[in-house]
């Protein structure tokens, strides 16, 4: 089938949206709307504008926190495969943060930097940044010697085995810890609206359930959820334009 892995994802949003439908229906809880009644929320929002508002606030700290991430995680785990001395100072640093709860150190950031911007960028950095860090490490590291020995083989320059070999055998393993950093991300930046000042989305998921408008709630949760397959997507398109030659499928395909 041509159009398996498309068929395959509009079946399962099918079942799953049918199961929300059916549970709102039982109920499962008083606080548990219907798939229907929160996709009404959710164009209602989206018409009177409110939607919109709140993501031109959400998607400040989104954007910069997971562009600094992306950035300088790819960078620092490309070295740390590279160097075992550099690994041995920074690796370790990233493991804490990636194990360390992130809302006992939310507070320690809104002291630092106050309730603006810059806390908001840093909470999405310390989500994204250790799992893009640690995934490019490790797929660096486990680059097969054959391809580096067959590069030196034909004189090949470090910069150019790094180019040219490294990072394209390593690129599935670094895709996925972008996306990966990226759906983090995503949890973070509505984590510090949720934490340090309601603003944006997070802004109308609290109040929402404060005034038990729960269509709206999960309308905007939904929102959020969309918004990040809709990047992942792009960022697998990229993927393969960037690597259309080393593209090894994924579980959906």
């Known amino acids: 089938m041509p159009n398996r892995p498309l068929f395959l994802k509009l079946l399962s949003a099918v079942i799953v949206f049918g199961a929300w439908e059916i549970a709102g229906r039982i109920p499962v809880s008083y606080a548990f709307p219907t798939f229907i009644e929160s996709m009404q929320a959710l ?4 018409l009177e504008g409110t939607l919109f508002t709140a993501y031109a606030e959400t998607l400040k700290p989104l954007v910069l926190g997971v562009a600094i991430s992306a950035a300088f995680g790819i960078t620092l785990g490309l070295w740390i495969g590279l160097s075992a001395r550099f690994e041995w100072l920074f690796a370790p640093v990233f493991i804490v943060m990636q194990a360390a709860p992130l809302a006992a ?7 630092a930097y106050g309730i603006g911007l810059t806390s908001k960028v840093f909470v999405v950095c310390i989500m994204a940044m250790p799992v893009i860090v640690l995934n490019t490490a490790g ?6 010697v054959s391809l580096k020995e067959m590069g030196r083989s034909f004189l090949a320059s470090d910069r150019e085995i790094i180019l040219k070999i490294i990072i394209p055998a390593a690129s599935p393993v670094i895709f996925s810890g972008l996306r990966l950093g990226i759906s983090a991300g995503f949890i973070g930046a509505i984590l510090a609206e949720l934490k340090i000042t309601p603003t944006g989305v997070g802004d109308i998921i609290s109040y929402s359930r404060s005034v038990a408008d729960y269509p709206s709630m999960y309308a905007a949760i939904f929102s959020i959820i969309l918004l990040a397959v809709v990047f992942l997507n792009l960022l697998e398109r990229l993927e393969n334009a960037l690597f259309e030659g080393n593209n090894r499928g994924y579980v959906s395909d």
């Open 105 to 111: 150190l939310i507070p320690l950031l809104v002291m």
């Open 139 to 144: 797929a660096v590291r486990n680059t097969p």
């Open 43 to 46: 164009f209602r929002l989206a």
